[in-house]
C-alpha cells in the first residue's frame, strides 16, 4: 500500500535553532512531492515542488531535498513566525494533480 | 487576483440535513478536488474532476456528492448519509499537469 509518513509529529525549536523535519514515502511512480505551510484555520500555502531524486530546492529559510525513499525540509535558524504544520504530499501520476499526504508536522518556534 | 474561494468559513448542520459547500476558482485550471481534514490526520480525497461534466469517487465519497457544470465551480453537498460530517474541507485545483495544487481557506462544517 502506497504511504507518507512524516516524522516528527511535533517539533519544538528554540528562535535559531536549526532542524530537519522528514518526509517518508513508498509510491511507485512518483511524478512530484510536494511541501505545503498551513497555519491553524487556514488552507495549505505551497512551498515547494521535487520531481527527482537529488533535486534541492529554497526558500528564505526553508530548503527541501529530494532522494529515492524521502524528503527533508530543512529549516534554517528558524524565526517564531515558521510556526505551523508542514505538510508533504505525493502525485503519482495516475490520476494528476492527485496528491497522497502525510499527517503533517507541527512545528512551534519560541523566542 | 487568481485564487480559490470557498464559502462558508463555518457552517453549522441539524442532523439530517443535507449542505452545500461552495468552491470558485479563477485560475483556468482543468482540475479541481475536494479534501477533508480532520485533527491528526492527513487529508483525504472526497471527490475530484479533471473536466466539465465528469467528476470520480476519491477514498472516501459515501455520503458525498458533487457537481461540476461550469469550469470554475465545483460544489459539494454533505448529505444525511454523511454520519461524521464535522471536519475541515478544502477545495483544490490543478493545471492537470501534475503541477502544484493550490488550495483555498477551507470551510468548517460541524454538526450541531
Known amino acids: 500500500e502506497d504511504q507518507v509518513t512524516q516524522s516528527p509529529e511535533a517539533l519544538r525549536l528554540q528562535e535559531g535553532e536549526s532542524s530537519s523535519l522528514n518526509c517518508s514515502y513508498t509510491v511507485s511512480g512518483l511524478r512530484g512531492l510536494f511541501w505545503y505551510r498551513q497555519d491553524p484555520g487556514k488552507g495549505p500555502e505551497f512551498l515547494f515542488t521535487l520531481y527527482s531524486a537529488g533535486e534541492e530546492k529554497e526558500k528564505e529559510r526553508l530548503k527541501a531535498t529530494l532522494t529515492k525513499k524521502e524528503s527533508f525540509l530543512h529549516i534554517t535558524a528558524p524565526k517564531p513566525e515558521d510556526s505551523a504544520t508542514y505538510l508533504c504530499a505525493v502525485n503519482k501520476g495516475s490520476t494528476l494533480g492527485r496528491l497522497y499526504f502525510g499527517r503533517g508536522t507541527q512545528l512551534t518556534v519560541w523566542p | 487576483d487568481g485564487g480559490i474561494t470557498q464559502s462558508p468559513k463555518y457552517l453549522f448542520r441539524k442532523e439530517g440535513q443535507n449542505v452545500t459547500l461552495s468552491c470558485e476558482q479563477n485560475l483556468n485550471h482543468d482540475a479541481m478536488y475536494w479534501y477533508r481534514q480532520d485533527p491528526g490526520q492527513g487529508l483525504r480525497l472526497i471527490y475530484y474532476?479533471?473536466?466539465?461534466?465528469?467528476?470520480q469517487k476519491g477514498d472516501i465519497a459515501e455520503g458525498y456528492s458533487v457537481s461540476r457544470e461550469k469550469k470554475e465551480s465545483f460544489p459539494l453537498t454533505v448529505t444525511s448519509a454523511q454520519k461524521n460530517p464535522t471536519a475541515f474541507y478544502l477545495c483544490?485545483?490543478?493545471?492537470?499537469?501534475?503541477?502544484?495544487?493550490?488550495f483555498g481557506q477551507g470551510t468548517r462544517l460541524t454538526v450541531v
Open positions: 483544490a485545483s490543478t493545471d492537470g499537469g501534475g503541477t502544484e495544487a493550490f
Open positions: 474532476s479533471q473536466i466539465v461534466n465528469d467528476f
